[in-house]
């Protein structure tokens, strides 16, 4: 227990906990508030720390211990957390000046238990220690999960149930990384999730059509659902179904995104895998909405864009097969005519990008991905050039069509 000396494979599964009886809802409650008492506190405290020595993980948890009604570790895991945020806030501002140190006070917190709080009773349900003076949180998980190693739960509210996030250790080795093969590039959008093109010219669309209408009927639900709750009386039983339903189409949303980017981000690397890929150079949009105003509709489309969410998964699923995946600056891409170099004066508008230079006409996004496996090659633009492309259509329920158009005109 608790020491692994081998860098195994992790999986997280989460689990919805839709059915809870009403002792078991106020106890997730209560431990997600104390967890967010426990994190305001050692906020503060490393706030006030921070003229001076500042705190690490192992000073708050000493300050902390036995403070609250959380098991020991839950609370050590608090601390670690502050201390990554703040790591993170100090890599961001190498590059962001403006980024800032966690500063959030928080009413509710993600609450991890570490193995040493993990149990399970004897009727195979899930239970995690609270520390002595606290009920236990008893929780149905399905059997499945009987005889997996779990080396860490979280319970977090998704919003409108809790979620539990269950990080199994599959006792899997990920393979050494590997030293030769192809780089591919790879060029995240919001119509396509992404494309991506090999350094020998073959690339793969991945549509993102069934997500972007997910998105849109979601927001249609959610404005005509607060334009009606604008007009009804905060706290009456109308209201509280209307936000019900509102946190319904938003939990509907995340589960649908989560599935359809799991599938993208699968097939992005079987291609890779099936084109003898060593590294792949995602173009890097993290800072895209900082830059310009891009109006209402856009703002929101890319304010929803989840990007961040879609290089997790690929770079896990990559690093299976020996792969890594780094993020490249990826400005011009997009203007830049992967055939002849040239640089057009704007984005292209629409879904071709139509070369005034040399007339090449090629799939934008395909044009894009090309041009950033080239950066990640010869450190310039245009020097990959596509030759054949596929594309694919992630399907939302269960199903996965593939199907390759064998055409070689380039759209
Ligand atoms: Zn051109």
């Known amino acids: 227990m608790g020491y692994r000396s081998v860098a195994t494979n992790c999986i997280v599964r989460v689990i919805p906990m839709r059915s809870l009886s009403k002792q078991q809802a106020d106890l997730c409650r209560f431990v997600r508030e104390e967890a967010g008492r426990c994190w305001t506190d050692m906020l503060q405290a490393h706030i006030e720390s921070r003229g001076g020595k500042w705190l690490s993980s192992l000073d708050l948890g000493k300050m902390y211990k036995g403070q609250y009604r959380l098991h020991s570790q839950t609370i050590q895991a608090l601390a670690q957390k502050l201390e990554a945020n703040v790591d993170t806030a100090r890599e961001l501002r190498k ?22 709080a993990i149990h399970w009773t004897e009727d195979g349900k899930l239970l995690l220690s609270n520390g002595r003076n606290t009920p236990a949180l008893v929780l149905p998980v399905p059997g499945e999960y009987l005889d997996a190693d779990i080396c860490r739960v979280e319970l977090t509210w998704r919003a409108n149930h809790y979620e539990l996030c269950l990080t199994i250790d599959t006792g899997l080795v990920n393979p050494p990384l590997r ?25 793969l669309v991945v549509s993102g059509r069934a997500l972007r209408s997910a998105k849109q009927l979601r927001n249609k639900r959610h404005s005509c659902l607060t334009a009606l709750l604008s007009r009804c009386k905060p706290g009456s039983k109308r209201y509280r179904r209307l936000a019900k339903s509102k946190g319904r189409a938003s939990a509907k949303l995340e589960r649908q995104q989560r599935d359809i980017l799991h ?21 890097d949009v993290r800072d895209i909405q900082d830059e310009v105003d891009l109006g209402a509709k856009t703002n929101q489309k890319i304010s929803q864009w989840a990007h961040g969410q879609f290089v997790k998964y690929l770079s896990y699923k990559a690093r299976e097969y020996g792969m890594s995946v780094g993020q490249i600056p990826e400005d011009y891409s997009t203007r830049t005519c992967s055939f002849h170099g040239g640089v057009a004066k704007h984005a292209p508008r629409g879904r071709v990008y139509t070369c005034s230079g040399c007339g090449a006409v090629i799939n934008r996004d395909v044009n894009g991905a090309s041009n950033i496996c080239s950066r990640a090659l010869y450190g310039e633009y245009s020097k990959v050039q596509v030759r054949t492309i596929m594309y694919l259509r992630p399907i939302k329920l269960g199903r996965c069509r593939a199907f390759d158009t064998g055409q070689s005109c380039l759209l």
């Not at 800032?100 to 193995?115: F, I, V």
């Not at 030769?180 to 396509?192: K, R």
């Not at 599938?263 to 173009?283: H, I, P, T, W, Y």
Request: proline residues 4%; hydrophobic residues 35%.
């Open 95 to 116: 590059t962001e000046p403006e980024a800032r140190y966690p500063y959030h006070p928080k009413q509710y917190q993600t609450a991890t238990w570490k193995e040493s």
């Open 179 to 203: 030293e030769s093969g192809q780089i591919a590039g790879v060029d995240l959008g919001e119509i396509n999730i992404a494309a991506v093109c090999t350094e020998a010219g073959d690339a």
């Open 263 to 283: 599938k993208a981000s699968r097939q992005v690397v079987e291609f890779c895998r099936e084109n003898d890929v060593m590294a792949l150079a995602v173009g």
